[in-house]
């Protein structure tokens, strides 16, 4: 699945710089931007500079409603605006990366679930596997700075005890950088068991996931709760790498 993710985090990265605007094309980005709720960030982002280019990055948010209501008739649900809103503001102060209550409600935004600006959540490792490679895919959009930010000590300790509290002892893929922050919350007498995670999960074959039953065991336990992150977020590029290619047939036709 890696291989897949940097294929379309390069389609993404490819389609930045098109400034040409067609009727198809704006159809198909008026359509993703109705569905919001459902859509990925990254291709909502997309959509708005499809529609009224990169000058839209820099609009206020009011402005950006306003404007599609009146020119597009597109009238985004709140999922939906809540996930571009993220999307941008990741572009414009990338704080995700460093500040954990960004962190927080990015996670939210991106997985298309509510959130309270006013308090602390606990995001699942799902959510955060998800959150984190759409963010690294997003930086690459980028119009003046399109680089990957490396995840801060506050944001990584937070990872750690989220997965901690869902009873993880390896973390999924796409946060393995805080692998020392989760140990360390572990006892001792743990290190053992989790460098068996980890050579039992590197050595597992990812292709089959979804039809795999695990041992009810201590390792087995461990290894189910890695492919179902490691499912979501396939599933999840899966629907992005087919929004993709809409707009991609749609600029090429």
Excluded at 93 to 114: I, K
Excluded at 149 to 172: M, T, W
Excluded at 186 to 200: A, G, H, I, Q, Y
Aim: proline share 4%; charged share 30%.
């Amino acid at each position: 699945m890696e291989q897949l993710l940097e294929k379309f985090a390069g389609k993404v990265s490819s389609l930045a710089d098109y400034t040409v605007k067609t009727a198809q094309r704006a159809q198909i980005a008026r359509m993703f931007l109705r569905e919001g709720d459902e859509r990925s960030a990254a291709v909502l982002l997309m959509a708005l500079r499809t529609l009224h280019r990169i000058d839209s990055f820099y609009w206020e948010p009011e402005t950006i409603w306003l404007t599609l209501e009146r020119e597009d008739k597109v009238d985004m649900g709140e999922l939906g605006r809540n996930k571009l809103m993220a999307a941008l503001t990741l572009i414009h102060n990338p704080a995700f990366f460093w500040d954990n209550l960004v962190f927080q409600r990015t996670v939210q935004a991106f997985n298309g679930e509510p959130f309270d600006p006013e308090a602390l959540q606990e995001c699942s490792p799902g959510y955060m596997a998800w959150a984190v490679y759409a963010a690294r895919l997003i930086r690459g959009l980028d119009p003046e700075e399109p680089v990957e930010a490396e995840i801060d000590e506050d944001v990584q300790q937070y990872i750690a005890v989220c997965l901690k509290r869902a009873g993880f002892v390896y973390p999924p893929n796409q946060l393995t950088i805080i692998a020392d922050n989760l140990i360390k919350l572990l006892p001792k007498e743990n290190l053992e068991f989790v460098e068996e995670v980890k050579k039992s999960w590197e050595h597992l074959d990812k292709g089959a996931l979804s039809e795999r039953e695990f041992r009810e065991d201590p390792l087995g336990v461990q290894l189910a709760r890695l492919a179902s992150c490691y499912e979501y977020v396939r599933e999840r590029a899966d629907a992005m790498a087919n929004e993709i290619l809409m707009l991609d047939r749609s600029i090429t036709s």
